[in-house]
């Protein structure tokens, strides 16, 4: 492991060690009595590609965050995932303000207001694998600020926006800017479980500006989830054809009454990305300023279909039984794991 790897666990260890001492101590300064959560979520999978007659196990995600109140404006958050695809990776990190009723303040780093799929945490998901919305084309976490508002029109509206360097935590110590990203998101919270949500986001991970644009609504009520969102992403002066992105997915919760199983969830997906340019220049297949943007994902569609097997409440401990089945267009080349599959996830939140 390396030395920063080993310095980012044992700092996320002993703080959750420290955790109520800290809490103690900082309630104690002004009497207002601090609070400390401490999370985790874990994801273990295992899949297997028909095409290449071939399975693997593989832990997904295994994150460790502490959130909190140091006072009633004062809030905070420390996430950390200790196994991101293989990788320790610094998730959230940011304090939040509340100065005023219905107002808010974010500084740090963050998962960025934008798209309602790719704004989901591991275990809020609804299948094993992630959106192409979210996983691809408006997955964004990034350090900055942002303000948001709510406010009450016969239903809440939330309205939260941003500015953000572009750097990403890895990389902000030399990182300086005369591009500054934003990204906006409106949501309605409509009668009888109903939403709407709008958003935009520009970034420029390379010399070319992106410029995002995503709608979505769900329906929320009476163990019914439905839910469709679209994505265009455009890229300036023609550096690349513009992005196309849909996401609809159906569920339906049953409760059992009784028994190991508490609910049973089917559930149908249907996703769709055209040919997507992650926005960095490439030559001779490696990342080289003197290239031009190429196909990182081409163009697919996808069915999943399956069932989630609840042994608590949904999204606190899940079985994810999902089958995947992809659509590529003539001479699309897929990736190794995004192929035809099957997919046994267990989720456990705590």
Not at 227 to 249: G, I, Q, T
Request: charged letters at 20%; aromatic letters at 10%; glycine letters at 8%.
């Amino acid at each position: 492991m390396h030395t920063h790897h080993k310095a980012i666990l044992a700092s996320a260890l002993a703080l959750t060690a420290l955790a109520p001492a800290l809490a103690q101590s900082a309630g104690n300064t002004e009497g207002d009595p601090a609070t400390v959560n401490i999370h985790g979520t874990l994801r273990s999978k295992y899949e297997y590609q028909f095409d290449d007659n071939a399975g693997r196990f593989e832990v997904r995600t295994a994150r460790i965050s502490v959130d909190g109140k140091l006072s009633p404006v004062i809030e905070y958050k420390a996430e950390i995932d200790l196994c991101d695809e293989g990788k320790i990776k610094m998730l959230d990190a940011y304090t939040r303000l509340k100065p005023i009723k219905h107002l808010q303040l974010k500084a740090g780093q963050m998962r960025v207001p934008f798209t309602i799929d790719a704004h989901r945490s591991p275990h809020q998901q609804y299948f094993a694998n992630r959106s192409f919305i979210a996983k691809q084309v408006g997955n964004v976490r990034d350090v900055g600020a942002s303000l948001g508002y709510t406010l009450n029109v016969g239903f809440p509206i939330a309205i939260e926006a941003g500015l953000f360097n572009g750097s990403g935590l890895t990389n902000q110590k030399d990182f300086w800017t005369k591009s500054v990203n934003y990204s906006a998101k409106l949501q309605m919270m409509l009668p009888r479980g109903f939403n709407v949500t709008l958003s935009t986001q520009k970034i420029k991970p390379d010399a070319c500006t992106v410029t995002m644009y995503d709608a979505g609504a769900y329906y929320h009520a009476h163990g019914w989830h439905i839910e469709a969102e679209y994505l265009y992403k455009h890229y300036a002066d023609n550096a690349f054809d513009a992005v196309h992105a849909f996401d609809s997915f159906v569920s339906y919760d049953i409760p059992t009454g009784k028994g190991l199983v508490r609910y049973v969830t089917p559930l149908l997906r249907y996703d769709y990305m055209s040919d997507h340019s992650n926005g960095m220049r490439y030559k001779d297949g490696k990342e080289d300023a003197s290239g031009c943007l190429m196909v990182n994902d081409s163009q697919r569609g996808r069915l999943t279909g399956g069932v989630t097997l609840s042994l608590k409440k949904p999204f606190v401990s899940d079985i994810r039984i999902n089958g995947e089945k992809y659509f590529y267009k003539s001479g699309g080349v897929p990736h190794v794991s995004e192929k035809d599959k099957l997919v046994v996830e267990v989720m456990t939140r705590f």
